[in-house]
């Protein structure tokens, strides 16, 4: 191997583990506030791309009437939670949040007008659809159950992540997409040739980490949800609601993969079934940081993606396995490192 050929894997390693790294930190940030380790976030990578090519060519994104539906479940028990409570509170937000917004991004995509907008529209519509979902799979699946275990937790999102792996069949169908590249630049540095789309993924993923940084160590929000996450039951006590926070953590972390399957879209063809090895490379970054330290989740994403890349190139039949096999280090010096402590203690 010479200089050129690893500078171009480096390249490609440095791009795929900036996408990697969105996925780590959503992981993180689900688990570090509801204990919920997020294997459904793998999906939404893939929904992400395929909505995205469907708008691209002119179809209406299944997904959009799959969030309506959704929408509609969770705002029918919503209703009947008031009625029983007597009590309406917030139920006009339940409204606005799982029925109107959803209700106008499915108008949105069935509009020509929309469909032959430029980029930027597309990738909003794309978020808009999708997003919304997040919050609401974690009012149907995981807000009864805020006091389980984190093995029952753990059970219900193995179950989840199946669940939505067959929804994705049946509104995309086996075949892949790849959706158009965000720019078309090509740049020559030092006799390296750049495509502008790798350059866009890793500027776009830098400023979304960025904004995340401001948003946790800058707003009132974002502090709240970090407060959650060092100490659930303190952050209750002082008055941060813990269904909220989840709801929060999951609506961030659904943005972020729905984000990271629009910058990964034009890099390879994506399948229904794509997301959850994508997803799973994000949870080796995030294991590496213990599901608790962003910056080391971010770092051992890009670890993974380097790794992934030169693996490709020496073994690529083995390429999967050495990326996975990086777990097993990492745990064995955690269990060395750290005694044991039970669910309540920690």
């Not at 794309?126 to 159950?145: D, E, K, N, Q």
Request: proline share 3%; charged share 10%; hydrophobic share 55%.
């Amino acid at each position: 191997m010479d200089a050129s050929i690893a500078a171009i894997l480096a390249m490609d390693g440095v791009t795929t583990g900036a996408v990697y790294a969105l996925l780590s930190i959503s992981l993180v940030l689900v688990f570090t506030v509801t204990r919920v380790i997020y294997i459904p976030a793998g999906e939404f990578v893939a929904w992400g791309a395929l909505t995205m090519a469907a708008l691209q060519t002119g179809h209406a994104p299944a997904t959009a009437s799959f969030t309506l539906g959704l929408g509609a479940l969770v705002f029918a028990l919503d209703g009947w939670a008031a009625l029983r409570s007597r009590q309406a509170a917030g139920l006009g937000a339940s409204l606005g949040w799982n029925l109107a917004w959803p209700l106008a991004a499915w108008a949105l995509s069935r509009s020509p007008a929309v469909m032959g907008a430029g980029m930027t529209v597309q990738v909003l519509l794309t978020l808009a659809i999708l997003v919304p979902s997040g919050a609401m799979l974690y009012r149907l699946c995981f807000a009864p159950l805020q006091q389980a275990s984190v093995l029952t937790l753990l059970i219900v999102a193995v179950a989840l992540h199946f669940a939505l792996l067959g929804s994705g069949l049946v509104m995309f169908g086996a075949e892949g997409s790849r959706t158009q590249p965000l720019t078309d630049a090509q740049f020559s540095v030092g006799g390296l040739e750049m495509t502008g789309q790798s350059l866009a993924v890793i500027a776009t993923s830098l400023v979304a980490m960025a904004g995340l940084a401001a948003f946790f160590g800058r707003t009132l929000t974002g502090k709240a949800l970090r407060a959650t996450a060092v100490n659930r039951i303190g952050a209750q006590i002082v008055g941060i609601g813990p269904a909220r926070a989840g709801r929060l953590a999951f609506t961030m972390a659904t943005a972020l993969a729905v984000f990271s399957g629009v910058l990964i879209g034009p890099l390879t063809t994506v399948y229904y079934e794509s997301g959850f090895l994508i997803g799973l490379k994000g949870f080796v970054g995030a294991i590496v940081g213990g599901l608790a330290l962003y910056p080391v989740a971010v770092g051992g994403a890009l670890m993974v993606g380097l790794i992934e890349s030169f693996s490709s190139f020496w073994a690529s039949a083995y390429k999967e396995v050495i990326v996975f096999s990086l777990i097993l280090p990492v745990l064995a010096w955690r269990s060395l490192r750290h005694k044991g402590l039970d669910e309540e203690e920690s």
